[in-house]
C-alpha cells in the first residue's frame, strides 16, 4: 500500500522543503516528490502544517501514570503509549539505580513488552541510567544502591539482557574506565553521568569510550577549588571535548531558557540531543499526584507549573516532560530554529545511538515514523513505520 503525505512543510536537519509530497511504501520513505501524488492509496493532507521524522526519546523513565520500573510489561507498554501521542515514535525505557533483582525483573518486562508492542513507539533498547554513580552527584538516585563499577557485576548485569542500548556511569569510579572499554566493545552507548569528575579524567574517559553526557548540568560537577587551583568539572568539559555529544531536558524547568540559549551558543548544534528525562507524570493534569520511581518504592510528588516537586515544593522530583513540548521549548523560549529544535530531537539522538542509517531524518530509504505538527509544535498526525497511529 502506498500513502502519500501532501500539502505540508518538510523539515530536513538543514532546511525546509516546501511544496513536496513524502510518498510511503511498506513503513518506508520511497521517495521525495514535487507537487502531489497521483497513484497513492491513500494521502494525508498536512493542511500546511510542518512534516517532521518522528521524535526519539534516548532518556524517559515513564509517563502517562506508569514508570517503567513498575515490574510489568503492561507498564512499559502503557508509558511508551503515553508518550506516543506526544509526537515519540521512537524510545530508550531509563531505568534507574535498584537492587539487582528489580533491575533483572525490569530485563524481564523489557523483553515481553517488546513481543507485545502494538501500535506504539518502536523500542529502541535500554538505557541503564546507574547504579554506578558518585554519591556527591546522585541526585534523586537511591544511594542505598550505588556501587562502584567491579568487573563481575557488570558484566553480569550487561550479560543478563541483549537489548541495552546505552548506559549511564561516573567514570572517575574505581573501574570505571575498565567499564568504559567494555561498554565500547559491546557496541553499547558509554554516557558519563552523576558524576564528579574534573577535565583530567573525562579526558581520559572519552578515550576509554565515554562520548556522551547524561542531562547537561543535572548531576554533575562543574568548576571548582581544589588546593588553591581550579578545576574544570564535567560541564566545563562536554563544551571543551570536541564531538562529545549532551544531552538536556528541555522542560524549561531543570534549564532556564538562557541556559539553553547558552549551551547552543556553546556547542555544535549536531552534538546536542533533547530529552525527556520523564517520569510517570509525564502528560498528566497540572495537580496530579504521582510517585517518583517505582510503585513498590516511589516517593509521592505533585505536577506544579510543569514539573514534577515534592509536596512541600522546596525542590523538582523529576521532569513530566514529553517530546513536542522539549521541541516547543527550544523553539518558543530559547528562540532555537525550528528545524535545529527538530534535529535534536530526531537525527541527532539516532546518530548518537547509531541508529542514523534507518531513522531521524526525512529521506528515501528511512524507516517512516513521521509527525506532523504546527507551528506551536501541537502534534497533529503520528505515524510510525507508515500507519498513523495518532490520532
Given at each position: ?5 501532501v ?5 530536513t ?9 513524502l510518498?510511503?511504501?511498506?513503513g518506508?520513505i ?5 507537487g ?5 492509496d ?6 500546511g502544517?510542518?512534516v517532521?521524522?518522528?521524535?526519539i526519546?534516548i532518556?524517559?523513565h ?10 510489568t ?9 503515553a ?8 524510545i ?5 539505580t ?6 533483572f ?14 501500535d506504539?513507539?518502536?523500542l ?7 547504579p554506578?554513580?558518585?554519591l556527591?552527584?546522585k541526585?534523586?538516585q537511591?544511594?542505598?544502591y550505588?556501587?562502584?563499577?567491579a568487573?563481575?557485576d557488570y ?5 543478563a539482557?541483549?537489548?541495552i ?11 570505571g574506565m575498565e567499564?568504559g572499554?567494555?561498554l565500547r566493545a ?11 569528575a ?17 542531562h547537561?548540568y ?5 568548576i571548582?577549588?581544589?588546593n588553591?587551583?581550579?578545576h574544570?568539572?564535567v560541564?566545563?568539559?562536554s ?30 548544534v549536531?552534538d546536542?540531543c533533547l530529552?525527556t528525562d520523564s517520569?510517570?507524570g509525564?502528560g ?18 505533585i505536577?506544579?507549573?510543569?514539573v514534577?516537586v515534592?509536596?512541600d515544593?522546596s ?6 516532560c514529553t517530546a513536542d513540548?522539549?521541541v516547543r521549548t527550544?523553539y518558543k523560549l ?8 527538530v534535529?535534536?530531537?530526531?537525527s541527532?539522538?539516532?546518530?548518537i545511538?547509531?541508529l ?8 528515501p ?26 490520532p
Amino acid at each position: 500500500m502506498k500513502a502519500a503525505i501532501v500539502n505540508g512543510v518538510l523539515i530536513t536537519p538543514h532546511r525546509m522543503v516546501e511544496g513536496a509530497s513524502l510518498v510511503l511504501k511498506d513503513g518506508m520513505i520511497e521517495e521525495i516528490v514535487k507537487g502531489n501524488v497521483q497513484d497513492a492509496d491513500r494521502v494525508i493532507d498536512a493542511q500546511g502544517n510542518y512534516v517532521s521524522p518522528g521524535f526519539i526519546d534516548i532518556h524517559t523513565h515513564g509517563g502517562g501514570g506508569h514508570d517503567f520500573m513498575d515490574g510489568t510489561a503492561e507498564a512499559i507498554v502503557s508509558a511508551c503509549k503515553a508518550h506516543l501521542a506526544h509526537g515519540t515514535t521512537s524510545i530508550c525505557p531509563t531505568t534507574l539505580t535498584c537492587p539487582d533483582e528489580e533491575l533483572f525483573a525490569f530485563f524481564d518486562c523489557y523483553r515481553k513488552a517488546a513481543k507485545e508492542m502494538k501500535d506504539g513507539p518502536n523500542l529502541l533498547g535500554i538505557h541503564l541510567e546507574g547504579p554506578y554513580f558518585s554519591l556527591e552527584q546522585k541526585g534523586a538516585q537511591d544511594p542505598n544502591y550505588l556501587k562502584v563499577p567491579a568487573e563481575d557485576d557488570y558484566r553480569a548485569i550487561l550479560s543478563a539482557s541483549d537489548d541495552i542500548i546505552r548506559m549511564s556511569v561516573a567514570p572517575e569510579l574505581p573501574g570505571g574506565m575498565e567499564l568504559g572499554r567494555e561498554l565500547r566493545a559491546r557496541g553499547i552507548l558509554a554516557a558519563i553521568g552523576h558524576s564528579d569528575a574534573v577535565y583530567e579524567t573525562v579526558v581520559r574517559a572519552w578515550e576509554q569510550g565515554y562520548t556522551h553526557v547524561t542531562h547537561l548540568y543535572s548531576g554533575m560537577s562543574t568548576i571548582r577549588r581544589i588546593n588553591a587551583f581550579r578545576h574544570l568539572g564535567v560541564i566545563e568539559s562536554s563544551y571543551l571535548i570536541d564531538g562529545m555529544t549532551v544531552e538536556i531536558i528541555a522542560d524549561g524547568r531543570h534549564l532556564p531558557p538562557e541556559l539553553l540559549q547558552l549551551i547552543v551558543k556553546l556547542k555544535p548544534v549536531e552534538d546536542i540531543c533533547l530529552v525527556t528525562d520523564s517520569m510517570r507524570g509525564a502528560g498528566m493534569p497540572e495537580g496530579s499526584r504521582v510517585l517518583l520511581g517505582s510503585v513498590a518504592h516511589g516517593q509521592e510528588c505533585i505536577i506544579d507549573n510543569g514539573v514534577a516537586v515534592l509536596p512541600d515544593r522546596s525542590a523538582f522530583a523529576g521532569s513530566v516532560c514529553t517530546a513536542d513540548r522539549c521541541v516547543r521549548t527550544m523553539y518558543k523560549l530559547a528562540k532555537v530554529k525550528l528545524e535545529d529544535a527538530v534535529r535534536m530531537m530526531t537525527s541527532n539522538p539516532a546518530r548518537i545511538l547509531g541508529l542514523e542509517k534507518t531513522k531521524g531524518t526525512l529521506a528515501p530509504g528511512m524507516d517512516a515514523d513521521i509527525v506532523i505538527f504546527n507551528d506551536n509544535v501541537e502534534i497533529r498526525n503520528v505515524i510510525v513505520s507508515g500507519r498513523v497511529l495518532f490520532p
